[in-house]
């Protein structure tokens, strides 16, 4: 069993930069492709970034909405993965999760039914 804990989330104007983290306690944090997703009042889960392991080359890839904006790393040192949130806007505001997939796969999957471990959610709040 994998647990997860996100940080960092708060309320920033429009913008702003927010670095959430994602912290995992797992001595194989290195295997697992790691995902952030976001879900706002009324709205379904979105998938926001995702990166794959160093194995598969530690690709990533974003949601387009994000594309340039946010950027989303890890640490396997410190089984952390982040996501740095630039030029926020209002519609950014959500809760944040974190993610991991245990499935050794060379892709990274947007589908949230695709991850197996979840993170109780971090909110950010971004105001106009």
């Known amino acids: 069993q994998v647990q997860l804990v996100e940080s960092g989330g708060g309320l920033v104007q429009a913008g702003g930069s927010l670095r959430l983290s994602c912290a995992a306690s797992?001595?194989?944090?290195?295997?697992?492709?790691m995902g952030w997703f976001r879900q706002a009042p009324g709205k379904e889960r979105e998938f926001v970034a995702g990166?794959?392991?160093?194995?598969?080359?530690?690709?990533?890839w974003y949601v387009d909405s994000v594309k340039g904006r946010f950027t989303i790393s890890r640490d396997n040192a410190k089984n952390t993965v982040y996501l740095q949130m630039n030029s926020l806007k209002p519609e950014d505001t959500a809760v944040y999760y974190c993610?991991?997939?245990?499935?050794?796969?060379?892709?990274?999957?947007?589908?949230?039914?695709?991850?197996?471990?979840w993170g109780q959610g971090t909110q950010v709040t971004v105001s106009s």
């Open positions: 990166i794959s392991t160093i194995w598969s080359g530690g690709r990533t």
């Open positions: 993610a991991a997939d245990s499935t050794i796969r060379t892709n990274i999957v947007t589908r949230a039914n695709e991850y197996d471990y």
């Open positions: 797992t001595r194989t944090f290195s295997a697992y492709t």
